[in-house]
């Protein structure tokens, strides 16, 4: 007998969520104040519900995936709310990006009625739900995010543990940050060169194939921005290790194809250390080396 699942919110992510669920089969019964999703849906073998309590009463799992805190305490906690509908041993998976201090709420009074709640935040956007490529950043008991994870791999390429309940809207509140900050910058540096009158269609060029064009990789406490090749054969990184908010490493290396032939590869290395505490306060260590491999 397949799983029983609720999925309650159907805008531009929730509704492809839905429809890969109805894909792989599970009996499913979606909820949504506009008419048009549900029907969508309908057409792929959902059931459709008139309230949110008629989803909680049907449900195994109850996915939610609306606009705001407000909402999502309203639409669990609220007086017509699922919790109070829902059977001991069914789970909430919370969807919506809200402050984790909510979906903590919800999960002690979902504790009394021995219903498990987990957020589940993801990031991949409208084409990833689409594509069934989405990444979960998932809080809770391992208990409840095992119980749900069959649900959340009809949607998702990679399900990321992070903790107890609110670590993965913490992970995704901070994901959100780095690409938030990212956009701002790109946003000023456009603003600047149009009131400086550059062409901006040329500016895209230049930073496309510039070192403003970065991919970042956070590996522990080290950060790492790859940019672009801005000569043939080199690609130039820059790697910033974090071990403390009083002390920073910036390291910068590239790698240079000498012979495409015999993938002859050198490595150059330079490093820079700046510890702002204690007594060496303003001190800075450098060193280099050069390394050659072949493979």
Same mark, same amino acid.
């Given at each position: 007998?397949?799983?029983?699942?609720?999925?309650?919110?159907?805008?531009?992510?929730g509704k492809p969520m839905a429809i890969?669920?109805?894909?792989?089969?599970?009996?499913?019964?979606?909820?949504?104040?506009?008419?048009?999703?549900?029907?969508?849906?309908?057409? %792929? #073998? *959902?059931?459709? @519900?008139?309230? =949110?309590?008629? +989803?909680?009463?049907?449900? /195994?799992? $109850?996915?939610?995936?609306?606009?705001?805190?407000?909402?999502?305490?309203?639409?669990?906690?609220?007086?017509?709310?699922?919790?109070?509908?829902?059977?001991?041993?069914?789970?909430?998976?919370?969807?919506?990006?809200?402050?984790?201090?909510?979906?903590?709420?919800?999960?002690?009074?979902?504790?009394?009625?021995?219903?498990?709640?987990?957020?589940?935040?993801?990031?991949?956007?409208? %084409? #990833? *739900?689409?594509? @069934?490529?989405? =990444?979960?950043? +998932?809080?809770?008991?391992? /208990?409840? $995010?095992?119980?749900?994870?069959?649900?959340?791999?009809?949607?998702?390429?990679?399900?990321?543990?992070?903790?107890?309940?609110?670590?993965?809207?913490?992970?995704?509140?901070?994901?959100?940050?780095?690409?938030?900050?990212?956009?701002?910058?790109?946003?000023?540096?456009?603003?600047?060169?149009?009131?400086?009158?550059?062409?901006?269609?040329?500016?895209?060029?230049?930073?496309?194939?510039?070192? *403003?064009?970065?991919?970042?990789?956070?590996?522990?406490?080290?950060?790492?921005?790859?940019?672009?090749?801005?000569?043939?054969?080199?690609?130039?990184?820059?790697?910033?290790?974090?071990?403390?908010?009083?002390?920073?490493?910036?390291?910068?290396?590239?790698?240079?194809?000498?012979?495409?032939?015999?993938?002859?590869?050198?490595?150059?290395?330079?490093?820079?250390?700046?510890?702002?505490?204690?007594?060496?306060?303003?001190?800075?260590?450098?060193?280099?080396?050069?390394?050659?491999?072949?493979?």
């Open positions: 007998m397949q799983t029983k699942v609720g999925f309650i919110g159907l805008g531009q992510i890969n669920a109805a894909k792989k089969g599970f009996d499913l019964m979606v909820y949504d104040l506009q008419e048009q999703p549900t029907m969508e849906l309908a057409a %792929s #073998g *959902a059931k459709i @519900a008139v309230s =949110a309590k008629e +989803v909680a009463a049907h449900s /195994e799992i $109850v996915q939610i995936a609306v606009r705001d805190g407000i909402q999502v305490e309203a639409l669990v906690l609220g007086e017509a709310g699922v919790l109070a509908s829902m059977k001991p041993g069914s789970a909430i998976a919370v969807h919506s990006t809200i402050h984790p201090k909510i979906v903590k709420k919800i999960g002690a009074s979902a504790l009394a009625l021995r219903v498990g709640v987990i957020d589940a935040a993801i990031s991949g956007g409208e %084409s #990833g *739900a689409s594509a @069934a490529r989405l =990444a979960y950043m +998932v809080g809770g008991d391992k /208990e409840w $995010v095992e119980k749900c994870r069959p649900v959340l791999a009809a949607s998702g390429a990679n399900i990321f543990h992070v903790g107890e309940l609110g670590k993965g809207l913490a992970a995704k509140l901070c994901h959100q940050l780095i690409l938030c900050i990212n956009m701002i910058s790109a946003y000023e540096g456009t603003r600047l060169g149009d009131k400086a009158g550059v062409d901006l269609k040329l500016l895209q060029e230049i930073v496309h194939l510039g070192s *403003a064009q970065v991919r970042l990789w956070i590996i522990g406490s080290v950060i790492i921005a790859v940019t672009t090749q801005c000569r043939r054969g080199t690609r130039f990184f820059t790697k910033i290790s974090v071990s403390s908010l009083s002390s920073l490493t910036i390291s910068g290396f590239r790698f240079q194809e000498r012979d495409s032939s015999s993938k002859c590869l050198t490595q150059s290395w330079v490093s820079r250390s700046s510890n702002k505490g204690g007594s060496r306060a303003g001190t800075a260590e450098a060193q280099s080396f050069t390394r050659t491999s072949y493979g």
